[in-house]
């Protein structure tokens, strides 16, 4: 297994992208393997195809993307897909975490591609959220919003909210490039810069220091508040006190 | 105890006024009356807010480091740690996470301006719905627009001050509108930044515009708008015993004092608490200006969102025609100055002119202080509703990218929509406000004619079904009846006897053309002949039918009683 990985990874000439990787890979077994196939061929074969080769035009091969995309993409709900549309929006999974490393390791059986990351890699307290901030802002902000509160792509397609997802999620997104999402491999952004970016936006968990947050997409929600909830209290106070005590 | 402090109070009023005669003048003021209405606040919302930007500003004007010299951020704020920034960044952080109540006061200042727009544009509004702008009161509608206008640059200017990305980039787009002027535009730019973009003179003559400028034209102007209140006197609200010599309300003195004093806590309470609740302008997550990233979500402050939403809605091509031209070598950006500066400037110019516009339809020069009801004025209603319209599509279109997301919807399709809409829909709201209006016209007539229903319906022995309608009292007859039936304007033939053309006749023939727009469609209210007519029959109507509703109650408590006796019966 994998002298078959090591040998892809020589041929294609990703020996880079797989170094970090195969944990999921290495500790699955063949078990795991033909559980995963199992399940995909119940689950995910009527878009992709039985040897996960793809559909031009409705879903993509499978074949190289690796343990990382499988555990993003099935780990958010994203896939199976429950309805068409300009992209997969996130939704509760439909598998348990087991299931998932099933699927990984046989996607990953197909081909070299990026594992799923260690606990160690995507560990928050081990980056810097100063050095993180600066990062997201030169690569994520303009889709994400300052602090990954979501934002709108062209034609109905979106840059989700990153304020809930998880270290390992996130990671995963930025190895693999989900949907509309490019792909930010080790050579754009290192591993290091990758868990300071995790660390910068885990620190947005702690809340706003000013209040609550308005949902952190800037000046329009807050402009919103303001007439509504502000000129619509005070104009209720004016016709409190423009009322006659008759 | 009491005596004693009304012996010191009337001594030391006694001394002042011995040295300024200035028992007069408040005797003066005390006495001025002000009629009573909900919406005669809006205008002090806006006042109270400048009141409370005035103190919080102060606050902040005490931290705050106007330089754009470049230091590393070692202070409170840990995800900033090492990040390079402006002194003006950085004491804005300052300011936010080490100064006591710092971060309160600034998002007490911040929300203050964003009250202080609304309030003056709703009470804008108020005062072109209900006429409030027509003479003597035009020259103050002219000064309200500039505080306005004011209120929007003191707004922006301070809005910039942090020097964040999110600011900053606003300023780059403000940079791109002023180098789309043909000829002067790059010369201005460098003028206004001291230099190609950013550069480093900005922030501090932003803060001196800020802080020094704006506030002290708008002062200025506050004190020439109240003065001018106080000469016109207040409008009122049309109702009987009110007329165009009168003022009918309460003096400022103890009731408006005590009112208008109450109600300042109030604004500054509801202000105190929002801003101790909502975080506004985050600085902290925008970071420091850095030309290079634009976040999503990057929106001015809404009151600026109507220009940026024309520069999201203008099209590079219009039907396969660009709209950026080069001319001997000059680039000409229709597609930037359309937008930012000729849509702004016609929207503006026409706020600001309008009084004269109805009055060259009215043809009137007489001094209105009895307000309209808008239902009376549906072509005045309507092109308020329409340009209300114009403003909201523009105001949506600049906030896309959050509707497009928060909707579901495709950004793509949206500004398609919004770039049709901004055509066909104001004429459309202009239409639909003119027919309600005018409905609601017709229903006063209606009302004052024949009373309100009651929903009393009685049968006429010869089997005619009637609805008993009860006559409305004197004042809600008046309120339905008070307004003037403005006719067309007539105007004098363009020969005179003598076949000599006269001067002046194209100008006297638009504001016919105006005139006609306004006044040609329209219900008249109730005369006093239809009036008189409509009572008289009604008196008649009136007896005969109560007398058949007494019949008609008196029948069916006749079949009551023989309906509980047969049931009675039954029961036996």
């Known amino acids: 297994m994998l002298l078959v990985l090591v040998l892809l990874a020589l041929i294609t000439g990703v020996a880079a992208v797989a170094a970090p990787s195969a944990t999921a890979a290495d500790t699955a077994s063949a078990d795991d393997v033909a559980a995963g196939e199992a399940l995909f061929a119940a689950n995910c074969a009527s878009c992709h195809g039985l040897d996960a080769q793809g559909q031009d035009g409705v879903a993509p091969s499978l074949v190289g993307v690796g343990a990382a995309a499988v555990d993003f993409q099935v780990g958010t709900g994203r896939m199976p897909m429950q309805a068409s549309g300009p992209q997969a929006p996130a939704k509760p999974a439909q598998f348990d975490q087991d299931q998932i490393n099933q699927l990984a390791a046989w996607v990953a059986s197909l081909g070299a591609g990026p594992a799923i990351p260690t606990a160690e890699q995507v560990d928050p307290s081990l980056g810097d959220a100063a050095n993180g901030m600066e990062v997201f802002r030169t690569n994520c902000a303009m889709c994400h919003g300052s602090i990954g509160g979501g934002g709108a792509l062209t034609q109905g397609k979106f840059a989700p909210s990153l304020l809930e997802t998880t270290p390992t999620h996130i990671y995963e997104a930025m190895l693999t490039g989900p949907q509309s999402m490019p792909v930010f491999n080790d050579a754009n952004i290192t591993p290091e810069h990758k868990r300071d970016v995790i660390a910068y936006l885990d620190a947005q968990s702690a809340g706003s220091p000013g209040g609550l947050s308005l949902g952190a997409i800037g000046p329009v929600s807050e402009g919103l508040w303001a007439w509504l909830v502000l000129l619509g209290l005070i104009i209720g106070a004016t016709v409190w006190v423009g009322a006659r005590s008759s | ?572």
């Open chain 2, 1 to 572: 105890m009491g005596a004693k402090v009304n012996t010191a109070a009337a001594g030391t009023a006694n001394f002042v006024d011995d040295r300024t005669s200035i028992g007069g003048f408040v005797k003066f003021f005390a006495r001025k009356l002000f009629p009573d209405h909900w919406s005669f606040m809006l205008g002090e919302i806006a006042l109270y807010a400048f009141i409370v930007l005035l103190l919080s500003g102060v606050f902040l004007t005490a931290f705050f480091v106007p330089s754009m010299e470049t230091v590393e951020y070692e202070g409170a704020f840990e995800t900033m740690h090492g990040v390079e920034m402006t002194k003006a960044f950085e004491s804005t952080l300052h300011t936010s996470f080490e100064v006591p109540g710092g971060l309160l006061i600034r998002q007490i200042h911040h929300w203050s301006a964003l009250l202080f727009l609304a309030a003056i544009m709703t009470h804008m509004c108020r005062v072109f719905f209900t006429g409030a702008f027509r003479k003597p009161r035009e020259l103050n509608w002219l000064v309200g627009f500039t505080l306005m206008v004011l209120g929007l640059a003191a707004g922006f200017t301070g809005y910039s001050l942090p020097d964040d990305v999110l600011s900053g980039n606003g300023l780059r787009i403000i940079d791109g509108v002023v180098k789309s002027i043909p000829i002067i535009g790059s010369y201005t730019s460098y003028w206004l930044f001291g230099g190609e973009f950013p550069g480093t003179a900005l922030i501090p003559r932003l803060f001196t515009a800020h802080i020094l400028l704006v506030p002290g034209l708008i002062l200025a102007l506050i004190a020439v708008h109240l003065f001018l209140v106080f000469l016109h006197k207040h409008t009122q609200y049309p109702g009987g015993g009110k007329t165009d010599r009168n003022v009918v309300g309460l003096p400022l003195f103890p009731v408006y004092t005590a009112k208008a004093g109450g109600f300042f806590f109030v604004v500054f309470g509801v202000i105190a608490l929002v801003a101790a609740l909502f975080t506004i302008n985050p600085v902290w997550n925008y970071g420091p200006y850095d030309p290079s990233p634009v976040s999503a979500g990057t929106q001015p402050d809404w009151y600026i969102l109507f220009v940026d939403g024309a520069l999201r809605l203008m099209p590079g091509w219009i039907f396969g025609i660009p709209m950026e031209w080069e001319i001997f070598g000059y680039t000409l950006s229709m597609n930037i100055l359309t937008p930012a500066l000729i849509m702004p400037g016609l929207f503006f110019g026409f706020i600001a002119l309008y009084p004269w516009i109805e009055k060259w339809a009215t043809g009137d020069r007489g001094e209105k202080h009895v307000l309209d009801r808008p239902r009376n004025v549906p072509v005045r209603t309507g092109i308020g509703v329409a340009t209300i319209t114009f403003y909201v599509i523009l105001v949506l279109e600049g906030s896309n990218d959050i509707v497009a997301n928060l909707f579901h919807l495709s950004l793509n399709d949206l500004t398609i929509f919004f770039q049709w809409a901004i055509f066909i829909l104001p004429p459309i709201m202009f239409w639909v406000t003119r027919r309600i209006c005018m409905g609601l016209q017709r229903k006063d007539r209606e009302l004052v004619l024949h009373g309100h229903e009651t929903g009393t319906i009685v049968r006429h022995e010869n089997g005619e079904y009637i609805e008993v309608h009860s006559p409305l009292s004197e004042q809600e007859v008046w309120l339905r009846v008070q307004h003037e039936d403005i006719a067309p304007l007539e105007i004098a033939p363009e020969y005179n006897e003598h076949g000599v053309r006269r001067k002046g006749y194209r100008w006297d023939r638009f504001k016919q053309a105006l005139s006609r727009f306004y006044y040609e469609d329209r219900i008249s209210p109730v005369t006093k002949a239809e009036f008189d007519e409509a009572q008289h029959h009604h008196d008649h109507g009136h007896a005969e039918a109560d007398i058949q509703a007494a019949d008609a109650k008196d029948a069916d408590k006749r079949l009551t009683e023989e309906w509980d006796k047969v049931e009675d019966e039954a029961s036996k």
